[in-house]
């Protein structure tokens, strides 16, 4: 998009897509115009999960002044200086067979989206995982879990969302923050093909033509998912400050595996080629790499498989090894806590999974006597792939909520505040990197 800018509208079945309506200042004058919005619609195999909306899509001309679709405000452009940056992720509420959150009384995602949205944030930054409705609501937990219509997986789809589904635990829980600032979203493990990839590229990826990306395949009478497969890379950019850019490279790290290091790394690693090829140094630039899965994340418990390790994702670890000198912050969430992890000589890896689906159920995490690709002997992990140092610092906040970040006076440096659905602030990190090759975040 010229903007870098995509505007969607989600309907009813049966209606017309609106009009894009935009105005742009040129000297004195005001002018007027509208633009087609077109339908995106998933493959006609995963249609049936989907019958209930209509998705319509539309990029923004860049140079406008404001816009709208069927007279509600969506952000027209990236503001000339961005300083001001919220985060959140892991947002859905988890309905499965053993684990029941509470979705009425206890799933804090409208309140933390409507807090955000308070804040004023000028973009904001989403790493994944929004839908975790993966089996029907049983009737003894109607109560918690009911929702009005109905929302389970659909019969003969092999996959679990719905159109229902992502209205209910996405689209209308956070729809105070659209009209705010543009949103990168970005997937999650729970948005692969054989989970809720369907919805994902309908509602969210912004790209014009991958709403049929994860479009069943037809073998004999039966359809199965789409293969596992890493959509490209993609990166936006906008000033900080005069003489300040900051580029955001958006990695798909939907698959591959947490606990071991597996043939789905090279595969993977093309991704993290494509980032770091967009986000070569600059003088005055600066860069973070948005992966769902982090790349060093302290997971809690001792784990089930042999030779356990506490460091996840190691595919992505392994995946990305070598390739992360352009950055100076890692944005990840997967796990759902807050954390910042730094390990010398690596950008930090911050971690926001906190934005409403069930937290982890540890609450110390501990340091480890060895690094990220190592087992708990110390050992790598696969010998191609030589373990990290250990963990200088690792902080740690289990709690519902979501991240300002604002641009310190300093280039390469941000501080942020860690913030609870009620506004309260739980947690304080400083990013700083005076020299652009050393950074460092610390948090309190």
């Known amino acids: 998009s010229p903007s870098q800018l995509v505007a969607r509208a989600v309907l009813k079945p049966g209606t017309t897509c609106p009009v894009l309506a935009t105005t742009k200042k040129v000297g004195t004058q005001t002018i007027s115009r509208n633009y087609p919005m077109v339908e995106r619609t998933v493959g006609p195999k995963a249609r049936p999960a989907f019958a209930t909306v209509k998705v319509c899509s539309a990029a923004i001309p860049a140079g406008i002044t404001s816009a709208s679709v069927g007279g509600r405000t969506v952000p027209a452009a990236i503001p000339a200086n961005v300083n001001r940056i919220g985060i959140m992720a892991d947002t859905g509420c988890r309905v499965e067979p053993g684990r029941i959150q509470d979705c009425a009384k206890a799933w804090p995602l409208a309140q933390i989206s409507a807090r955000l949205a308070a804040q004023k944030p000028q973009v904001i930054l989403d790493p994944g995982d929004y839908y975790y409705r993966e089996s029907a609501c049983p009737t003894t937990d109607w109560a918690k879990c009911g929702a009005n219509p109905p929302v389970t997986p659909v ?15 996405a689209i209308k829980p956070m729809s105070t923050m659209f009209p705010v600032a543009p949103i990168a979203f970005l997937r999650g493990n729970h948005e692969a093909c054989d989970r809720a990839g369907n919805g994902f590229f309908l509602f969210l990826d912004p790209r014009p033509t991958t709403a049929a990306t994860c479009e069943p395949v037809a073998v004999g009478a039966h359809p199965v998912p789409a293969s596992p497969a890493v ?7 906008f000033s900080v400050a005069p003489g300040r850019r900051l ?3 958006m990695v798909d790290s939907a698959y591959g595996t947490d606990d071991k290091v597996t043939n789905w790394v090279p595969t993977q690693n093309k991704a993290y080629k494509q980032a770091a090829a967009v986000t070569t140094k600059q003088a005055g630039w600066e860069s973070w790499l948005m992966t769902h899965r982090p790349i060093f994340g302290r997971q809690a418990g001792n784990g089930f498989a ?15 090894r070598n390739l992360l000198g352009n950055y100076q912050m890692i944005l990840s969430s997967h796990i759902h806590l807050m954390q910042a992890v730094q390990i010398k000589g690596q950008p930090p890896n911050l971690v926001v999974g906190n934005g409403g ?19 708990n002997t110390g050992q790598p992990i696969d010998p191609q792939y030589p373990p990290y140092p250990k963990a200088s610092s690792i902080w740690t906040k289990v709690a519902f909520g979501f991240g300002i970040a604002t641009a310190a006076a300093s280039k390469n440096s941000w501080n942020f505040s860690m913030q609870g659905p009620g506004g309260n602030v739980f947690g304080t990190c400083a990013l700083v990197n005076p020299t652009g090759t050393a950074p460092n975040l610390g948090c309190k």
């Open 247 to 249: 580029k955001v490279a």
């Open 306 to 320: 042999p030779n356990f390790t506490p460091w996840v994702s190691n595919d992505q670890a392994a995946a990305s």
């Open 231 to 237: 959509t490209d890379t993609w990166a936006f950019a």
């Open 357 to 375: 689906t069930m937290l982890d159920a540890n609450t110390t995490y501990p340091i480890p006597n060895f690094g990220p690709l190592a087992k």
């Open 155 to 169: 019969a003969g789809m092999p996959f679990k969302d719905s159109s229902n589904g992502w209205m209910t635990d």
